[in-house]
Structure formats: structure tokens, C-alpha cells
Nanobody
Framework: DVQLVESGGGSVQAGGSLRLSCAAS????????MGWFRQAPGKAREGVAA????????YYAASVKGRFTISREKPMTIVYLGMTELQAEDAGMYYC????????????????????WGQGTQVTVS
């Protein structure tokens, strides 16, 4: 079984920071890309950040660029999302996801490009 387990969510005041972690285990195949997505109530799931396995290229949604940082521990069994200057619009359920095949850059923040998902960790900003 493939498992992705997120942690680190919580409640913060606007302007605060959090660091989310995603622990990956049970992979039978190499995963080429891992990403963070979020979903607010009544809204579609959206890509936040992604990182590739081979060269650690990072990608960010425009709304979080400069405030969020995605990073990994080799060999990408743990992926982090550092979040600073949190705003009310950043609140939601944050999901870790992994793609077992190469994802073109133009799709790298698209949920359908990822085939394995964690259960999510809640982020609340007040």
C-alpha cells in the first residue's frame, strides 16, 4: 500500500506561520513528483506547490509564491510545506499528493495529474 500522512496543520492568526509535513511510505514504484494541494469549503481543490524528484524543481501557485516554500528530504520520503504570512484565504484542508509518472510543468499543480493522496491536515487562519 502507498501511504501519505500529513501533519503540522493547526490554527494561527493572520500573519503567522506553519510548517506542514508529508511522510511517504510503502511505495513500490518511484514517485516523480510530490505536491501540496488545498481545498476550502465549497471550493475546488487547488494546487499550492510541487517539487520534482529528479532535480528538486519547485513550482508554486501565484497566490502563495514568496510566502510558501516546498522542500524535501532525500529520497523524497518526507516533503514539507513552509507557510508564512498566512492569510484568511489560505485556510482549508491541505493535502499531500504524489505522482508516480512524470508530470509536465503545465500540469504540475493540477490535482488530476497526481494519483496518490493523503487524508489531509486542516489549516485555520483567524
Amino acid at each position: 500500500d502507498v501511504q501519505l500522512v500529513e501533519s503540522g496543520g493547526g490554527s494561527v492568526q493572520a500573519g503567522g506561520s506553519l510548517r506542514l509535513s508529508c511522510a511517504a511510505s510503502g511505495y513500490a514504484v518511484r514517485h516523480d513528483c510530490m505536491g501540496w494541494f488545498r481545498q476550502a469549503p465549497g471550493k475546488a481543490r487547488e494546487g499550492v506547490a510541487a517539487i520534482t524528484r529528479s532535480n528538486a524543481y519547485t513550482y508554486y501557485a501565484a497566490s502563495v509564491k514568496g510566502r510558501f516554500t516546498i522542500s524535501r528530504e532525500k529520497p523524497m520520503t518526507i516533503v514539507y510545506l513552509g507557510m508564512t504570512e498566512l492569510q484568511a484565504e489560505d485556510a482549508g484542508m491541505y493535502y499531500c499528493a504524489a505522482a508516480s509518472s512524470l508530470v509536465p510543468p503545465r500540469l504540475i499543480l493540477t490535482p488530476t495529474a497526481f494519483n496518490d493522496w493523503g487524508q489531509g491536515t486542516q489549516v485555520t487562519v483567524s
